[in-house]
C-alpha cells in the first residue's frame, strides 16, 4: 500500500477525493487497453437472476478472477479466423510452409514474445504441452535422485499440478513422498512462508536435495516468493531450482535467466490471457542446453525435439534442437500458439511485463486502501502480504461471517466475478490489462452491501 500512497501523493491527488478513482483512470495510461478484451455481461454469469434488476442484465462485469482465467482478447478471434482457419482451408498441408505463419515453425514465432514475459533468452523458452505435463517433463530430466541426494521441496498446500507430480516422480524412481517430498509449512498462525524459513529448511536438508521446486506465485495467498534468493541457496546446497510459475507469468517482472533459474513451466490461460486449457511454456536456462549427448542426457525424447533436418528421416539418430526446443514431445496446436500469439501481442502494446507491473503496484494497493480503510466490517482479513515486492495483482481474502462461496455467489448477482478457494477465502485479482480504478470503487462498494 505504501507505494499506492506515494503515487497518490506524486501526483498531487488527496486520498479523502470522493472523485479520486477517477482521476486515477485519467491517469492511467493503460486504460485503453480494457478495449482489447471481450467482458461477460451480468446476466450470463449471475448466479440468480431474479436478483439483478433488468437495467444491469446486459451491463460487462467486473472481472477481478483473471488469476483462475484471464478474459478473451478480441485480437485472437481475429487471428484465428483470418489467419489459422484460412490459411488451413487454403493451403491444407502445405501450411506448415506458406502463409504469414507457417505451421511447421508456429511455435518459434512465439519465442521472444514469450521470453520477455520471463526475463530469459529467446532460445531458453518454449511454448509446448500443459503444465502439469511440462512439469514431468522437465523434472524426468533434471530430477536424478541417488540413495543420498533424493528429496523434492514444494511448499505446503501447493497446487495439486505440482503435488501430484512431485509425489508422482519420487514413486518413479522408487523413492517415498513420505520421507522424499519435504514440504515448508508456514509458522503457526501465518499464512505466507517467511523466506528465512524457507531458507532455513533448505540448509536443515542440504546435500539431501536434489529439486527445489516452489511456486513463484504462491495460489491461495497470492505470495510472490524472492526467487532470486531461493535459487541462489538452493544452488549453494548443490541443489537443481525450478519454478512454477502459473501465477507468476504475466503478472510479476521475472528475470529467469540472470536469477540462474535451472528450469520453469507456466500456463498461459491466467494472466497471459491465450484461453482455457491453452498451450503452456517452459524454460529452461542456457547452461543446461550448451551441448547435446544422446549417450548422457536423460530429457524425454519426442520427434519434435529433433532437429528439423534429422526430424522427417527414417532411423536417424535423435539430435536436440537448440535450447529449449530441444524439450519438444511432439507438434505444438497451431491453434493454441495462435491464440498465445495473439494475446502477447497485447503485452507489447502495453509496454511490456514491467509497465503492467507498475501499475499493478498501484491498483493493488488502491484495493488493499479501499479493503482496510472503506470496509464497514472486519470480516475480512487480508491474507496476502502487503509489501508490494511479495506480490502481484491478487490479494486473497478471508471471510469471516458469511461463507465465501455464497459471498462469490452475492458478488456475481451485483456484476463482480472473483473466485473461491475453500474454505473461506476470496481471490481478488485486478489484472491490470482490463481492471480500472473505478473497477476496484465498484468491487468495494459492492462488497459492503452483501457482507
Known sequence: MDKFLEYIKSQNLSIDDEKLADKLDQLDQL??????FYFPTTKDIASDLSKVKDEDLDKPVIYLTGNSLGLQPKEIEKQLICN????????????HHKGDHPFLHIDEEIQESLSKIVGALPSEVCPMNSLSTNIHVLLSNFYKPTQTRHKIIIEYGAFPSDLYVTESQIRHNSFNPETSLIKIKPRDGEYTLRTDDIVKVLREHGDSVAVVMLSGIQYFTGQFFEMNKITEVGHEIGAIVGWDLAHAAGNVELSLHDWNVDFACWCTYKYLNSGPGCIAGIFVHSKHTQSFNLSTDSRLLGWFGNKLSNRFQKEKEFVAEEGALGFRMSNPSVADCTALRSSLSIFQ???????????????????EYLLTHKLKTT?????????????????????KGIKASQLKSDLSNSGVVCDVRDPDVIRVAPAPLYTSFNDVKYFIQKLNENM
Open 349 to 367: 502494446k502495453a509496454g511490456g511485463v514491467k509497465k503492467l507491473a507498475e501499475k499493478s503496484t498501484i491498483i493493488t494497493g488502491y484495493l
Open 84 to 95: 489459422y482457419l484460412n490459411d488451413w482451408r487454403r493451403y491444407g498441408v502445405e501450411g
Open 31 to 36: 486504460s485503453s487497453l480494457k478495449e482489447e
Open 379 to 399: 470480516d475480512v482479513q487480508i491474507i496476502t502480504p502487503s509489501e508490494s515486492n511479495q506480490r502481484g495483482s491478487q490479494l486473497s481474502l478471508l471471510i
